[in-house]
């Protein structure tokens, strides 16, 4: 079965520390996603890639670094950590474009106090 | 650009009631988009519920279903007789010939018994 691991599944950071999220599918699939989700705003996405070392800028990047180190392992990074960044990080996989379904993890949940 | 939009924020509704969820979308794409419907459960990832890829269509998958209008441009998730058992958050969703889904905002829904 499809499945997208994330870690850590909680985490709590100081303002201006540095944070990575981590992500690995096993489904073989082409495409990797990180989003969040904020009561109000709904699934918003941050990056994406369509394979290893490709990067793709989505459509709230500010603030954010990401890396595709593998075709499993997409990674996020805050380098300095804002308390605007305090929500909840979903990463994603699907094996094509816009048309195809898309597998989520479970979710980050991440508080920058 | 392509958008979805969910009206509704929460919903309640008695166990055993009807269910309507709505949804309209918008797109540039020449082609008729894809269209789903995702369901988070608490502290699980988004799951696909239903897709349907052709105007004019309707969607099921457990006991709730979906037409594909593409003369009002909506959506609408219905379900005739809602369980506690599918309180959770409901995302519209939109799929075209990009690298990209997009998603709605989500409607909370939560079902008393």
Redesign the interface.
């Known amino acids: 079965e499809a499945a ?1 691991t994330q870690s850590p599944r909680n985490k709590v950071t100081v303002t201006g520390g540095n944070v990575t999220l981590s992500c690995r599918q096993t489904n073989s699939h082409n ?1 990797m ?1 990180w989003y969040r ?1 904020d ?5 918003r ?1 941050i990056h ?1 890639s ?1 394979g290893a070392g490709n990067l ?1 800028i ?1 459509d709230v990047p500010d603030g954010y670094k990401a890396t595709r180190t593998t075709q499993e392992d997409f990674f996020l990074l805050l380098e300095l950590a804002s308390p605007s960044q305090t929500s909840l990080y ?1 990463c ?1 996989s ?1 094996d094509g ?6 597998f ?4 980050t949940r991440l508080t920058v106090v | 650009g392509d958008s979805v939009t969910q009206t509704e924020g929460q919903v309640t509704v008695s166990e055993s009631k009807s269910l309507i969820i709505n949804c309209t979308y918008s797109t540039t794409s020449i082609a008729y988009p894809n269209l789903f419907w995702y369901v988070r459960y608490p502290g699980e990832g988004l799951q696909l519920l239903l897709k349907v890829i052709t105007a004019g269509q309707k969607g099921s998958s457990r006991g709730f279903e979906a037409t594909y209008n593409k003369e009002t441009t909506s959506f609408h998730l219905q379900k005739a007789s809602v369980q506690e058992s599918d309180s959770a958050v409901y995302y519209c969703a939109l799929g075209a010939n990009t690298d990209k889904v997009v998603f709605g905002t989500g409607t909370r829904l939560q079902v008393s018994p």
């Open positions: 997208v495409y996603y989700q009561t109000g705003h709904g699934l996405l994406y369509y793709q989505g979903f994603a699907s474009a816009g048309y195809t379904e898309v989520f993890g479970k979710g």
